[in-house]
């Protein structure tokens, strides 16, 4: 089972579209295993975003990702990775798939809604940057044999 720590980014807290964005992860059958709402701050941000430390854009990204609550969760699935990653559709808003998170709701790059890991390995490295084991719940979905072969 992979997983994958997924964000709503702060622009889709107050556009109101938190539910939205969830129940499309939860619609495609991924399992939600750990979910919370947090102010995240400068410290977090750099954590989360190190590789990108260096980049003409990453000061935006920080100022952006600190600028108003997440939701940080984590969803568990056969290829929970590539699953969200579609669901989300590509980077730039503008050339993400009609019927992506970001092909429905997004313009721009620098307001693109949803963060989603990028590997199994980043999946685990970052569910652990915001969850220590004991908040990610191991719980049985009936619905299970009617998502899973
Ligand atoms: P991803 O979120 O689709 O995995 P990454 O390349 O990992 O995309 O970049 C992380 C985040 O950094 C993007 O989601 C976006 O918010 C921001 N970002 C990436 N490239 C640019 C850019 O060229 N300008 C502004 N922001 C960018
Ligand atoms: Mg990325």
Known sequence: MERTLILVKPDGVQRGLMGEIIGRFERRGLKLIGMKFLQMTPALAEEHYAVHKGRPFYDALVAYITSGPVVAMVWEGNDAIAAARSTIGATKPAEAAPGSIRGDF???????????????????????????????????????????E
């Not at 490295?125 to 009936?142: K, M």
Request: glycine content about 10%; hydrophobic content about 40%; cysteine-free.
């Open 106 to 148: 997004g313009m721009e790059i620098g307001r693109n809604l949803v963060h989603g890991s990028d590997s199994p390995e980043n999946g685990m490295l970052e569910a652990a940057i915001y969850f220590s084991d004991d908040e990610l719940v191991n719980w049985s979905r009936v619905t299970d044999s009617w998502i899973i």
